[in-house]
């Protein structure tokens, strides 16, 4: 095992009927990395959090986590050793309030590991940081598209992953409210939190990303810093075709 | 502080009602009660599961005549002395619940629901075939002659439906109070994101499933001294299935006071009109006022008067 690497996908595989989602695709994320996922729609990039976070299984391969096998566990348990993701079409639980949403994540996943922690001091703490304080006590049901997009972030944080994964949390915002996104992701990865962004606004991406891979039809067609990937042939032929 | 004083009304329930049994009134009133305090077991065992977890069960007679049929059948080969029944019911509901929730909790909503049905008509259907259980034709269950302390059978039966009402509904209270109830209530409103925030979805859905099947169990319990002649058609009606539903949903089936609420209200109302004006008259009762709850107030009345509070505050 390489020093360092926290994720390592090798060669998973995903077949739906007929259609293969995931064709043997292997990346690895280093502790503490900004690592960027791109490709076009349908590429497979959802499918592939999906199976990395155990919302589906994999057909083939292996998914290692901090050292331990977990091609196999449920979700949850995978959340308890340190996976969080955000979802692309937000999920609160809408009949508690914000900081309840937070305490679902930090008594399940995060008590595991930190016995003992102090659950909505802690809550409180991550949604100071997320900039969603003032909402501490309202409704999630009552929450704007943007206020939606920072809880996810902000449950996910919850559970004190060690690994983050953003999938499209920027989607359908304004310019201003992605930077305002990107400005968090940026601080919880100071934190020493690697985080996965999935993410179509390649504006972002790029000024996020230490180092990318690029899907299409669902295989690995590149890998490398920012500047690589935009001047990658393979991957203007995948966006744009020829 | 809040819970004992609960402890306190839940004491003083029990004494009142010995107390009242020392009255000897009319019979019938004990009787009303024992139905009343029934339906309370029952809502409050169904609104762990689906007011709680958001899992609706339309089987909630099968669970009920299951655990009736085991302590008639319990009596018949054994005259198995009463603790023992309670015991003995609530084991095979709590039991049918886990299984039923380990074949079908992966399902979800309407296919959940659809396969409880389908449990309750295979349960009446082994029972009209089971000879020893008396088939269609019914089984006959001797009350004991005497009973410790009370007066006569069915008012001990009325204390003791009413202490397992109150055990019901502080099982109820702790759940909805506890990690699991927030658990729970993660798995109501995404399934999909409890899942991903840590919460054991499988394992917590069938730990729900497992304490509301025995509730309904235990609830049929005491059911055999109670009518004394039991058939598959009456024990399995359709009305437990659709009253433990309709009552919590009428109540506001989000906390544990609902259920109690729309038990007593609805169970009393029915009371009445079976007295006077026609037993036949129940299931319309019923339908009409969750028809008009559903529309008008979908929180039930527990959601009504907090809408009426946040109201005044706002």
């Given at each position: 095992m390489t020093a360092g690497i926290l994720l390592d996908v090798r060669g998973v595989s995903k077949r739906f009927g007929g259609f293969e989602a995931l064709t043997r695709v292997s990346l690895q994320v280093r502790e503490g990395e900004r690592f960027g996922l791109i490709g076009p729609n349908g590429s497979g990039k959802t499918t592939l959090i999906n199976c990395v976070s155990g919302a589906l299984g994999s057909d083939e391969g292996e998914i290692r986590f901090a050292g331990h096998d977990?091609?196999?566990?449920?979700a949850h348990q995978r959340t308890r050793l340190g996976i969080a993701r955000s979802f692309q079409i937000p999920k609160p639980?809408?009949?508690?309030?914000v900081l309840e949403n937070l305490c679902i994540p930090a008594e399940y996943a995060a008590h595991a590991r930190f016995p003992g922690a102090d659950v909505v001091a802690e809550a409180m703490e991550i949604l100071r940081l997320i900039g969603l304080e003032a909402k501490?006590?309202?409704?999630?049901?009552?929450?704007?598209q943007i206020e939606l997009r920072k809880l996810e972030l902000a449950r996910a944080m919850a559970a004190r992953p060690r690994l983050l994964i953003s999938d499209e949390?920027?989607?359908?915002?304004?310019s201003a409210e992605v930077d305002e996104i990107l400005a968090i992701l940026l601080a919880l990865n100071e934190r020493g939190i690697a985080i996965i962004m999935i993410e179509h606004i390649m504006r972002a991406v790029m000024r996020f990303s230490q180092r990318i891979v690029v899907l299409d039809a669902g295989a690995r067609i590149a890998e490398g810093g920012p500047d690589e990937i935009l001047n990658n042939p393979a991957v203007e032929k995948a966006y744009l075709g020829e | 502080m809040r819970g004992r004083a609960l402890l306190a009304v839940a004491v003083a329930l029990v004494v009142l009602a010995v107390a009242l049994t020392?009255?000897?009134?009319?019979q019938y009133y004990y009787f009303a009660a024992y139905v009343i305090f029934q339906y309370v077991v029952l809502a409050t065992a169904w609104n762990i599961l689906g007011g709680y977890t958001g899992y609706v069960n339309f089987g909630s007679a099968g669970f009920f005549a299951l655990g009736a049929y085991t302590a008639a059948i319990l009596i018949k080969a054994f005259q198995v002395p009463f603790p023992v029944l309670l015991l003995a019911a609530s084991t095979v509901g709590g039991l049918l619940g886990l299984s039923l929730g380990y074949l079908t909790l992966r399902l979800r909503g309407v296919f959940f629901s659809i396969a409880t049905l389908a449990l309750a008509v295979v349960l009446q259907t082994l029972i009209v075939n089971w000879e020893y259980a008396g088939g269609s034709r019914g089984i006959y269950t001797m009350r004991p002659a005497e009973v410790l302390f009370f007066g006569n059978y069915v008012e001990f039966l009325f204390v003791v439906m009413l202490i397992l009402a109150l055990g019901a509904l502080a099982t109820a209270r702790w759940i909805e109070h506890s990690w699991l109830g927030r658990g729970l209530a993660a798995i109501r409103d995404n399934e999909e994101a409890a899942e991903c925030m840590g919460v054991p979805t499988l394992r917590l859905k069938l730990v729900a499933a497992t304490v509301s099947g025995a509730l309904m169990g235990i609830a049929g319990a005491p059911f055999p001294y109670y009518v004394t002649y039991m058939e598959p058609a009456s024990t399995f009606n359709l009305d437990y299935a659709v009253n433990s539903l309709a009552m919590p949903m009428i109540g506001g089936a989000t906390t544990w006071v609902g259920p109690l609420l729309g038990a007593v209200l609805l169970g009393t109302a029915q009371q009445i009109a079976t007295v006077t004006i026609s037993s036949a008259l129940n299931l319309l009762i019923v339908g009409v006022v969750l028809v008009a709850f559903v529309i008008l107030a979908p929180d039930g009345i527990i959601g009504l008067v907090r809408r009426r509070r946040g109201g005044r505050h706002a």
């Amino acid at each position: 095992m390489t020093a360092g690497i926290l994720l390592d996908v090798r060669g998973v595989s995903k077949r739906f009927g007929g259609f293969e989602a995931l064709t043997r695709v292997s990346l690895q994320v280093r502790e503490g990395e900004r690592f960027g996922l791109i490709g076009p729609n349908g590429s497979g990039k959802t499918t592939l959090i999906n199976c990395v976070s155990g919302a589906l299984g994999s057909d083939e391969g292996e998914i290692r986590f901090a050292g331990h096998d977990i091609t196999r566990l449920p979700a949850h348990q995978r959340t308890r050793l340190g996976i969080a993701r955000s979802f692309q079409i937000p999920k609160p639980f809408v009949s508690m309030t914000v900081l309840e949403n937070l305490c679902i994540p930090a008594e399940y996943a995060a008590h595991a590991r930190f016995p003992g922690a102090d659950v909505v001091a802690e809550a409180m703490e991550i949604l100071r940081l997320i900039g969603l304080e003032a909402k501490a006590h309202a409704p999630a049901a009552g929450l704007t598209q943007i206020e939606l997009r920072k809880l996810e972030l902000a449950r996910a944080m919850a559970a004190r992953p060690r690994l983050l994964i953003s999938d499209e949390s920027m989607a359908g915002l304004s310019s201003a409210e992605v930077d305002e996104i990107l400005a968090i992701l940026l601080a919880l990865n100071e934190r020493g939190i690697a985080i996965i962004m999935i993410e179509h606004i390649m504006r972002a991406v790029m000024r996020f990303s230490q180092r990318i891979v690029v899907l299409d039809a669902g295989a690995r067609i590149a890998e490398g810093g920012p500047d690589e990937i935009l001047n990658n042939p393979a991957v203007e032929k995948a966006y744009l075709g020829e | 502080m809040r819970g004992r004083a609960l402890l306190a009304v839940a004491v003083a329930l029990v004494v009142l009602a010995v107390a009242l049994t020392r009255l000897s009134a009319n019979q019938y009133y004990y009787f009303a009660a024992y139905v009343i305090f029934q339906y309370v077991v029952l809502a409050t065992a169904w609104n762990i599961l689906g007011g709680y977890t958001g899992y609706v069960n339309f089987g909630s007679a099968g669970f009920f005549a299951l655990g009736a049929y085991t302590a008639a059948i319990l009596i018949k080969a054994f005259q198995v002395p009463f603790p023992v029944l309670l015991l003995a019911a609530s084991t095979v509901g709590g039991l049918l619940g886990l299984s039923l929730g380990y074949l079908t909790l992966r399902l979800r909503g309407v296919f959940f629901s659809i396969a409880t049905l389908a449990l309750a008509v295979v349960l009446q259907t082994l029972i009209v075939n089971w000879e020893y259980a008396g088939g269609s034709r019914g089984i006959y269950t001797m009350r004991p002659a005497e009973v410790l302390f009370f007066g006569n059978y069915v008012e001990f039966l009325f204390v003791v439906m009413l202490i397992l009402a109150l055990g019901a509904l502080a099982t109820a209270r702790w759940i909805e109070h506890s990690w699991l109830g927030r658990g729970l209530a993660a798995i109501r409103d995404n399934e999909e994101a409890a899942e991903c925030m840590g919460v054991p979805t499988l394992r917590l859905k069938l730990v729900a499933a497992t304490v509301s099947g025995a509730l309904m169990g235990i609830a049929g319990a005491p059911f055999p001294y109670y009518v004394t002649y039991m058939e598959p058609a009456s024990t399995f009606n359709l009305d437990y299935a659709v009253n433990s539903l309709a009552m919590p949903m009428i109540g506001g089936a989000t906390t544990w006071v609902g259920p109690l609420l729309g038990a007593v209200l609805l169970g009393t109302a029915q009371q009445i009109a079976t007295v006077t004006i026609s037993s036949a008259l129940n299931l319309l009762i019923v339908g009409v006022v969750l028809v008009a709850f559903v529309i008008l107030a979908p929180d039930g009345i527990i959601g009504l008067v907090r809408r009426r509070r946040g109201g005044r505050h706002a």
